[in-house]
């Protein structure tokens, strides 16, 4: 059942590391099969040297296992809620990634001070909410899911084009079409919330990067009128 | 003698400079056989290129080596006194890893600011005094053990939920169940510390991670009503 | 065509990766071939792992393409024109390297602190201004490069002499008389462009070098009487 | 001539980039034959690659080169003092190792805010004044050595005891009984600049290591009760 799609995931997940976005098994990526409504996530907490592709486990859009001897990750029901609202999406990563999770920590959104950023992230970052002491209580991983777009509808934000998000006090989760690009901004927002601290501590006067800007190096990579690359 | 548990050391602590938490022989990491009450580890200033799982020292409670060529590592005392008091730990760790050593050289609590830390210490990770001259000249590895114990009783903290110390002008003991929890703890231990600096840098008023959150996180992985992993 | 220049390019920009001057594709190298003005340059977002020598693409100082079937890096039309106005230079590296995108997104000059910096850059490195709504919606990157040559000449730099420059709220361009030099040299000014940060963060009321120490390790390397190296 | 000493030399060089304390060919290492007062140091601007220990060139304590093909270092007449001067030294270190270098850069000297400085250096590692220009046009890498030597013996510091210095404006030099030891205290030096810059970050208000405590632990590894290692 959707091996090719296990396959996708498991090799990003053996990404993480190599990255550096991950320490041990911190971190999951899951990829949806949009014509079935079926997504794949890594199983919780195996370690990466005898984790194998079958043991991707099989889910569904209300958060029940389909299909896979292993339990899910136990952020397994943010994705499922991610992936109903955001209908786009293909695949979702969840990292404790440092600087990404420094930014968490500190509660802050990431504003836009390069092109670096403005390359994958169309405008800030947002940070989201804690959750509430009912909220825990319900159903963890789904209302952090819930939040996550609550913050979207909000803030009128496009998911499409801003693919990431901060959890305050927690960690990030980004997402792309597919799972190797979802790393990719993984790693781009990773990156983006290094600089820009130290873009900060260096300048405390930064000036975010002029509109005309972030126009202009957005739509050179997406859109109709893109021209980077092949 | 404890074969076994002399391999686990050796394994255990070739995986600090895997880790990134020693340079050079700077660190070092024992495990105790709670039957015996007789404890393995490594042997002091050796070469990790020549060293092998029979240099592994053991020793007792009252830190006298019971079998083993080489001299101990010159902190085994210090590991004597948290195993006699500490009675439910297996395994403890020592190094100056960098950003734990930072911590400890600027004598401050590590403080709770997400879920990485949530995950696996159930508080701020305490700062223990300096010692005295008079404990300094009485015996100095062994007093250090009797201050990390005061200072878990005096703030009445359970080493088994908080499981490390900051030693104020010097660096980390981290402690676990067994030697591979111990290292992974010790890593965590390193990131958050590494994480929390930034974050106090990026926003002087960061909030601690709420009460109810920490102790979501905490018992998503621990005790009765975990649910994370296999 | 070039193919000696060719595979000179194609090594410098794998060495981008390698010396961590580069995440993924985010980075090119370009070299001129002075008798016929024509210069190699790398293709767009073209994966290192597939990419050859023979990828490369061939260009002329008017910004058009002369042989390959790839499209060369978006960045193409701003080599162009510092090739056309810094005649002596023979190769030119642009990458978001961290340390020196951080200046860049800062937009600050980087200041002299210590002889790391002299031994390459006879100078402060100079940050170019943002460009105006006009000149992006003209021809972005050829007037990228136009705003270079402008700092340089307001300023009256010698890019012979001061061999790199920031873009501000983007990244780097550096340049060198060959390919593995204009890597070297970015090398060199990420390294500086994390020293000054830190060493400005270390103490504000840090001095400038003194003019007679920049001029001795500049002359020591450069120059008629430069004795360093065989 | 030399052979053995050469070939620790050329060892030792090879140590500095997989210590991480150079990029290219940015340190040199020497070390002295005491009975012959001839001292080998690494050859001027040699690739790494390409470097045998036949390539180290034997000098004497006047600074001229007594067997050799190529050109020494260029800083080889400030290893020629500090060996005339400091007289039980055996190797000389001089890096660009980035966090000493920013300590060198911002001008000050290393205060003791750790045990992990206190292993190695009895006190604060001292930053030598500027060169003045009478100094730099008569001979400037020979004047380095003078000031450093005069900054031990104004301040009255004893260099076994404190095996270091940082150049304002400069980076360090670190030196030992041999080679091997040289690189090891060159890696403490960067990592203790990296820690106790942090430190005063973290908590301006950080105390020095109490005295009872650097003695003690410099004693611990050091002189006859030394009690470390086997």
Known sequence: ??????????????????????KYTWGNVSAIDRESNLFVIKP????????????????????????????????????AVLYK??????????????????????GLD?????????????GPVPCARHLTEEEINKNYEHETGSVIVETFEERNINPNEVPGVLLHGHAPF???ENAEKAVM??????????MNL??????QES??????ILNKHYERKHGENSYYGQ
């Open 1 to 22: 059942m959707l091996e090719k799609l296990k396959k996708e995931v498991f090799e990003a997940n053996l990404e993480l590391p190599r990255r550096e976005l991950i």
């Open 198 to 203: 130290f873009t900060l501590q260096l300048n």
């Open 44 to 79: 919780s907490g195996v370690d990466y040297d005898v984790m194998t592709a079958d043991d991707m486990v099989v889910c569904n859009l209300d958060g029940e296992v389909i299909e896979g001897e292993l339990n899910p990750s136990s952020d397994m029901p943010t994705h």
């Open 207 to 212: 000036e975010h990067l002029p509109n005309r």
């Open 85 to 106: 609202s955001f209908k786009d999406i293909g695949s979702i990563v969840h990292t404790h990634s440092t600087w990404a999770t420094i930014w968490s920590q500190a």
């Open 185 to 194: 901004n993984a790693v781009v927002l990773e990156e983006v919330c290094k």
């Open 110 to 122: 990431v504003p836009v001070y390069g092109t670096t950023h403005a390359d994958t992230f169309f």
């Open 174 to 176: 980004v997402w792309a």
